[in-house]
T-cell receptor, first 115, second 114 residues
Framework: EAQVTQNPRYLITVTGKKLTVTCSQN?????MSWYRQDPGLGLRQIYY???????DKGDVPEGYKVSRKEKRNFPLILESPSPNQTSLYFC??????????????FGPGTRLTVL | AQSVTQLGSHVSVSEGALVLLRCNYS??????LFWYVQYPNQGLQLLLK????ATLVKGINGFEAEFKKSETSFHLTKPSAHMSDAAEYFC????????????WGAGTKLIIKP
């Protein structure tokens, strides 16, 4: 089944404890992206990747890191989480930019709470 | 720069009534337009998309949207609301100007009254 998977789905952690949220897609998509969703603020892009080893900042990159060493994986790293990073996080992927107009396929989400 | 405006953060309709969710976009080049739906505690799912073919686009679950270039609009409609339509709906636009990245509206939460 074609899908985007994220792990973990739920995570409660404490301030300053490094964590990684994994994202994997099995559709051979070139483009991948991370969003955070907060009440009243809609979806805000954190980082995106146009292809392997190519990443770029989105609208709210502060406090986050990403890497794209393989086409299928795009982990989101919080080196020193803070309470303002408590949010619902979504990973998404898309075929080659320009194909299908940029339609994105979403993972199920990761709900992160930082105490 | 491209942008998307969704009118109304919350829209409430009675079961069986017409659903109309508004989306206006700005783009200096031909756009691609999308509606996504997010059911409670789930990820986003594509409802329908406009890719420069027919201006009236039909999607899943009885929803449709009409691309109106003169009004720069892509409103989402459904003739008769069902309780299962309660969800948050997001409109998005892309084009070569955004390198085909999606520019998102703020979302509209649809509430269905019994």
């Amino acid at each position: 089944e074609a899908q985007v998977t994220q792990n973990p789905r739920y995570l409660i952690t404490v301030t300053g404890k490094k964590l990684t949220v994994t994202c994997s897609q099995n559709m051979n998509h070139e483009y991948m992206s991370w969003y955070r969703q907060d009440p009243g603020l809609g979806l805000r892009q954190i980082y995106y990747s146009m292809n392997v080893e190519v990443t770029d900042k989105g609208d709210v990159p502060e406090g986050y890191k990403v890497s794209r060493k393989e086409k299928r994986n795009f982990p989101l790293i919080l080196e020193s989480p803070s309470p303002n990073q408590t949010s619902l996080y979504f990973c998404a992927s898309s075929p080659r930019p320009g194909l299908a107009g940029g339609e994105q396929f979403f993972g199920p989400g990761t709900r992160l709470t930082v105490l | 720069a491209q942008s998307v405006t969704q009118l109304g953060s919350h829209v409430s309709v009675s079961e069986g009534a017409l659903v109309l969710l508004r989306c206006n976009y700005s783009s200096s080049v031909p756009p691609y337009l999308f509606w996504y739906v997010q059911y409670p505690n789930q990820g986003l799912q594509l409802l329908l998309k406009y890719t420069s073919a027919a201006t009236l686009v039909k999607g899943i679950n009885g929803f449709e949207a009409e691309f109106k270039k003169s009004e720069t609009s892509f409103h989402l409609t459904k003739p008769s609301a069902h309780m299962s339509d309660a969800a948050e709906y997001f409109c998005a636009v892309s084009s070569r100007d955004s390198n085909y990245q999606l520019i998102w509206g703020a979302g509209t939460k649809l509430i269905i009254k019994p």
